[in-house]
Nanobody, 120 residues
Framework: VQLQASGGGAVQAGGSLRLSCAAS????????VGWYRQAPGKERELVAL???????NYADSVKGRFTITRDNAKNVVWLLMDSLTPEDTAVYYC???????????????WGPGTQVTVSS
């Protein structure tokens, strides 16, 4: 599966952005999907994930502010980010795997990152 992320940009604190992750090719791997982010000098971290049955999980730092959704028919996953803070500044990556436990692994599918910059 090929993943294409889009929707990043620069916003002021308190603003919102919506990231999109579109899958193409062999979409049978587009089952568990996660959004990860990596800030300068920090390790990559899981932000949110969603399964094909729409079960979701969020990092504590984004709970109540970020919402992950998907359209299985269109093979698209979105990450709506509200109440953004400068601490949310990072490169955001879309990741997909056939099984939930495979998310984040190097052998799973990764899209190119999209930059999110939040200014104070």
């Amino acid at each position: 599966v090929q993943l294409q992320a889009s929707g990043g940009g620069a916003v002021q604190a308190g603003g919102s952005l919506r990231l999109s992750c579109a899958a193409s090719g062999d979409t049978s791997s587009f089952n568990a999907v996660g959004w990860y982010r990596q800030a300068p000098g920090k390790e990559r971290e899981l932000v949110a994930l969603i399964t094909s049955s729409h079960n979701t999980n969020y990092a504590d730092s984004v709970k109540g502010r970020f919402t992950i959704t998907r359209d299985n028919a269109k093979n698209v996953v979105w990450l709506l980010m509200d109440s953004l803070t400068p601490e949310d500044t990072a490169v955001y990556y879309c990741n997909a795997a056939p099984q939930l436990y495979e998310l984040g692994k190097s052998f799973s599918s990764w899209g190119p990152g999209t930059q999110v910059t939040v200014s104070s």
